[in-house]
Protein backbone atom coordinates (compact mmCIF):
# COMPACT_ATOMS: atom_id res chain seq x y z
CA UNK A 1 0.00 0.00 0.00
CA UNK A 2 1.35 3.17 -1.17
CA UNK A 3 1.84 5.95 2.00
CA UNK A 4 2.18 8.95 1.62
CA UNK A 5 2.43 10.45 5.16
CA UNK A 6 2.58 9.54 8.57
CA UNK A 7 2.61 11.71 11.68
CA UNK A 8 1.43 12.26 15.08
CA UNK A 9 -1.16 14.79 16.01
CA UNK A 10 -4.87 15.80 17.66
CA UNK A 11 -7.36 14.16 15.63
CA UNK A 12 -8.91 17.52 14.73
CA UNK A 13 -12.55 16.65 14.06
CA UNK A 14 -15.63 14.56 14.67
CA UNK A 15 -16.45 13.05 18.13
CA UNK A 16 -13.21 11.91 18.98
CA UNK A 17 -11.70 15.76 18.38
CA UNK A 18 -8.83 16.48 20.72
CA UNK A 19 -7.38 12.96 21.08
CA UNK A 20 -3.81 12.09 20.18
CA UNK A 21 -3.86 9.80 17.43
CA UNK A 22 -1.36 8.34 14.69
CA UNK A 23 -2.48 9.48 11.32
CA UNK A 24 -1.46 7.13 8.26
CA UNK A 25 -2.50 8.91 4.97
CA UNK A 26 -2.73 7.03 2.14
CA UNK A 27 -1.93 8.03 -1.56
CA UNK A 28 -4.80 8.08 -3.95
CA UNK A 29 -7.97 10.11 -4.40
CA UNK A 30 -10.28 10.44 -7.55
CA UNK A 31 -12.47 13.11 -6.22
CA UNK A 32 -10.49 16.01 -6.94
CA UNK A 33 -13.11 18.44 -4.09
CA UNK A 34 -12.25 22.09 -4.89
CA UNK A 35 -11.30 23.17 -1.59
CA UNK A 36 -9.21 19.77 -0.86
CA UNK A 37 -6.32 20.69 1.86
CA UNK A 38 -4.65 17.50 0.83
CA UNK A 39 -4.02 17.49 -2.65
CA UNK A 40 -0.68 16.43 -2.51
CA UNK A 41 -2.01 12.77 -1.60
CA UNK A 42 -3.78 12.94 -5.24
CA UNK A 43 -1.49 10.56 -7.19
CA UNK A 44 -2.21 6.47 -6.55
CA UNK A 45 1.34 6.41 -6.55
CA UNK A 46 2.28 9.66 -4.75
CA UNK A 47 4.23 8.28 -1.62
CA UNK A 48 6.18 4.95 -0.53
CA UNK A 49 5.42 1.69 -0.46
CA UNK A 50 4.75 0.32 3.33
CA UNK A 51 4.04 -3.32 4.30
CA UNK A 52 1.92 -3.92 7.13
CA UNK A 53 5.12 -4.92 9.26
CA UNK A 54 7.24 -1.69 8.06
CA UNK A 55 3.68 0.72 9.10
CA UNK A 56 3.29 -0.92 12.37
CA UNK A 57 6.89 -0.23 13.73
CA UNK A 58 7.02 3.18 12.51
CA UNK A 59 3.90 4.02 14.50
CA UNK A 60 4.79 1.92 17.86
CA UNK A 61 6.95 4.69 18.87
CA UNK A 62 3.75 7.06 19.45
CA UNK A 63 2.36 7.29 23.01
CA UNK A 64 -1.79 6.76 21.80
CA UNK A 65 -3.95 4.06 20.76
CA UNK A 66 -5.97 5.64 18.44
CA UNK A 67 -5.04 5.18 14.41
CA UNK A 68 -6.52 7.33 12.30
CA UNK A 69 -6.64 5.83 8.13
CA UNK A 70 -6.75 9.09 5.68
CA UNK A 71 -6.48 10.29 2.38
CA UNK A 72 -6.61 10.21 -0.44
CA UNK A 73 -9.07 8.01 0.06
CA UNK A 74 -8.66 5.03 2.07
CA UNK A 75 -11.43 2.47 0.64
CA UNK A 76 -9.69 3.00 -2.89
CA UNK A 77 -6.48 1.61 -1.60
CA UNK A 78 -5.38 -1.68 -2.56
CA UNK A 79 -5.05 -4.30 0.92
CA UNK A 80 -6.68 -2.22 3.31
CA UNK A 81 -7.42 -4.87 5.11
CA UNK A 82 -4.77 -6.55 6.14
CA UNK A 83 -2.70 -3.17 7.41
CA UNK A 84 -5.97 -2.66 9.60
CA UNK A 85 -5.50 -5.86 10.99
CA UNK A 86 -2.24 -5.20 11.87
CA UNK A 87 -3.29 -2.86 14.44
CA UNK A 88 -6.59 -5.22 15.59
CA UNK A 89 -3.65 -7.52 17.43
CA UNK A 90 -2.40 -4.27 19.09
CA UNK A 91 -5.67 -3.16 20.34
CA UNK A 92 -5.65 0.11 18.61
CA UNK A 93 -8.76 1.90 17.78
CA UNK A 94 -8.86 2.25 14.65
CA UNK A 95 -10.94 5.26 12.45
CA UNK A 96 -11.47 5.24 8.78
CA UNK A 97 -11.70 8.68 6.86
CA UNK A 98 -13.92 8.29 4.28
CA UNK A 99 -16.11 10.06 1.51
CA UNK A 100 -17.66 6.93 1.43
CA UNK A 101 -17.81 6.19 -2.26
CA UNK A 102 -17.68 2.36 -2.31
CA UNK A 103 -19.01 -0.10 0.48
CA UNK A 104 -16.38 -2.46 2.17
CA UNK A 105 -17.49 -5.05 4.12
CA UNK A 106 -15.62 -6.59 7.15
CA UNK A 107 -13.02 -4.54 7.74
CA UNK A 108 -11.98 -3.78 11.52
CA UNK A 109 -12.97 -0.50 12.36
CA UNK A 110 -13.52 1.39 15.44
CA UNK A 111 -15.29 4.61 13.63
CA UNK A 112 -16.21 4.82 10.42
CA UNK A 113 -16.09 8.41 9.93
CA UNK A 114 -17.65 9.43 6.28
CA UNK A 115 -17.83 12.73 5.16
CA UNK A 116 -20.46 12.75 2.34
CA UNK A 117 -19.80 15.03 -0.35
CA UNK A 118 -21.72 17.66 -1.38
CA UNK A 119 -21.81 19.88 -4.59
CA UNK A 120 -19.50 22.60 -3.05
CA UNK A 121 -16.89 20.23 -3.46
CA UNK A 122 -17.39 20.35 -7.11
CA UNK A 123 -14.02 20.90 -8.82
CA UNK A 124 -14.39 24.22 -11.60
CA UNK A 125 -12.95 22.78 -13.73
CA UNK A 126 -15.58 20.92 -16.02
CA UNK A 127 -13.36 17.42 -16.99
CA UNK A 128 -12.47 16.59 -13.21
CA UNK A 129 -15.92 18.13 -12.30
CA UNK A 130 -17.71 15.43 -14.66
CA UNK A 131 -15.48 12.64 -12.56
CA UNK A 132 -16.29 14.14 -9.35
CA UNK A 133 -20.10 14.36 -9.50
CA UNK A 134 -20.40 10.93 -11.41
CA UNK A 135 -18.64 9.36 -7.67
CA UNK A 136 -19.07 11.81 -5.15
CA UNK A 137 -22.74 10.61 -3.44
CA UNK A 138 -23.05 7.32 -3.10
CA UNK A 139 -26.28 6.58 -1.43
CA UNK A 140 -26.92 2.94 -1.22
CA UNK A 141 -22.36 2.85 -0.32
CA UNK A 142 -22.69 5.21 2.24
CA UNK A 143 -26.14 3.57 3.52
CA UNK A 144 -24.28 0.15 4.22
CA UNK A 145 -21.22 1.52 5.47
CA UNK A 146 -23.44 2.96 8.33
CA UNK A 147 -25.41 -0.47 8.53
CA UNK A 148 -22.06 -2.39 9.24
CA UNK A 149 -19.96 0.02 11.03
CA UNK A 150 -19.87 2.01 14.43
CA UNK A 151 -20.13 5.27 11.93
CA UNK A 152 -20.14 9.44 11.56
CA UNK A 153 -21.29 11.70 9.24
CA UNK A 154 -19.38 15.08 8.59
CA UNK A 155 -21.19 17.51 6.19
CA UNK A 156 -18.54 20.08 5.18
CA UNK A 157 -20.23 23.44 4.88
CA UNK A 158 -19.43 26.06 3.07
CA UNK A 159 -22.86 28.46 3.00
CA UNK A 160 -26.32 28.01 4.54
CA UNK A 161 -27.44 27.30 1.47
CA UNK A 162 -25.87 23.54 1.26
CA UNK A 163 -28.26 22.71 4.21
CA UNK A 164 -30.84 22.01 2.00
CA UNK A 165 -28.62 19.63 0.16
CA UNK A 166 -27.87 18.31 3.59
CA UNK A 167 -31.57 17.35 4.31
CA UNK A 168 -32.18 15.62 0.88
CA UNK A 169 -29.15 13.68 1.69
CA UNK A 170 -30.21 12.49 5.14
CA UNK A 171 -33.44 11.75 3.41
CA UNK A 172 -32.43 9.16 1.23
CA UNK A 173 -29.64 8.15 3.64
CA UNK A 174 -31.16 4.85 5.65
CA UNK A 175 -32.03 5.02 9.51
CA UNK A 176 -29.21 8.08 10.15
CA UNK A 177 -28.84 8.87 14.09
CA UNK A 178 -29.13 12.76 14.04
CA UNK A 179 -26.58 12.13 17.05
CA UNK A 180 -23.64 10.67 14.62
CA UNK A 181 -24.44 13.70 12.05
CA UNK A 182 -21.57 16.73 12.50
CA UNK A 183 -21.23 19.97 10.76
CA UNK A 184 -18.26 22.02 10.07
CA UNK A 185 -17.01 24.59 8.32
CA UNK A 186 -15.65 24.67 5.16
CA UNK A 187 -12.06 26.49 6.12
CA UNK A 188 -8.71 26.78 5.11
CA UNK A 189 -7.21 29.46 7.09
CA UNK A 190 -7.92 29.98 10.92
CA UNK A 191 -9.44 33.45 10.03
CA UNK A 192 -11.99 31.73 7.78
CA UNK A 193 -12.57 28.89 10.23
CA UNK A 194 -14.16 31.58 13.16
CA UNK A 195 -15.80 33.81 10.93
CA UNK A 196 -17.63 30.64 9.28
CA UNK A 197 -17.99 29.01 12.76
CA UNK A 198 -20.05 31.43 14.19
CA UNK A 199 -22.51 31.35 11.61
CA UNK A 200 -22.41 27.65 11.57
CA UNK A 201 -23.25 27.84 15.51
CA UNK A 202 -25.95 29.57 14.64
CA UNK A 203 -27.57 26.79 12.28
CA UNK A 204 -26.74 24.32 14.60
CA UNK A 205 -28.83 25.70 17.43
CA UNK A 206 -31.74 25.86 14.54
CA UNK A 207 -31.12 22.54 13.74
CA UNK A 208 -30.17 20.25 16.60
CA UNK A 209 -26.72 19.02 15.12
CA UNK A 210 -23.41 19.11 16.27
CA UNK A 211 -20.76 21.22 15.64
CA UNK A 212 -17.73 19.79 14.63
CA UNK A 213 -14.32 21.48 15.16
CA UNK A 214 -11.43 21.81 13.05
CA UNK A 215 -8.38 21.63 15.56
CA UNK A 216 -5.94 21.14 12.51
CA UNK A 217 -6.92 24.97 11.01
CA UNK A 218 -7.40 26.56 14.22
CA UNK A 219 -3.65 25.93 15.90
CA UNK A 220 -1.99 25.00 13.13
CA UNK A 221 -3.86 26.85 9.79
CA UNK A 222 -4.14 23.22 8.38
CA UNK A 223 -0.05 23.01 8.32
CA UNK A 224 1.07 19.46 6.61
CA UNK A 225 1.83 17.01 8.93
CA UNK A 226 0.50 19.46 12.25
S1 LIG B 1 -12.38 13.18 -0.95
FE1 LIG B 1 -11.03 14.12 0.57
S2 LIG B 1 -8.94 13.69 -0.17
FE2 LIG B 1 -10.34 13.31 -1.88
S3 LIG B 1 -10.32 15.25 -3.01
FE3 LIG B 1 -12.07 15.29 -1.59
S4 LIG B 1 -11.30 16.32 0.25
FE4 LIG B 1 -9.50 15.69 -0.97
Redesign the pocket.
Known amino acids: MVINEIFYSLQGEGRLAGTPSIFVRLAG?????R?????Y??SPTAGIAYTPEQLRHETAQYPTRYIVF????PTAAEGLASFLRAFVLKRMHITI?T?G?VFIPDLPCDLMSI?P?LSN?TPIDPRNAKIHDAQRLNHEAISRLMEAYEYQLKFVVDATADLDEIAQCLEQLKRVDPEKVLLMPQARTKEELIAKSQVLAQVCKQTGFAMSPRWQVLLWDGQRGT
Open positions: CPLRCWCDTQAWTGGEEALSKS
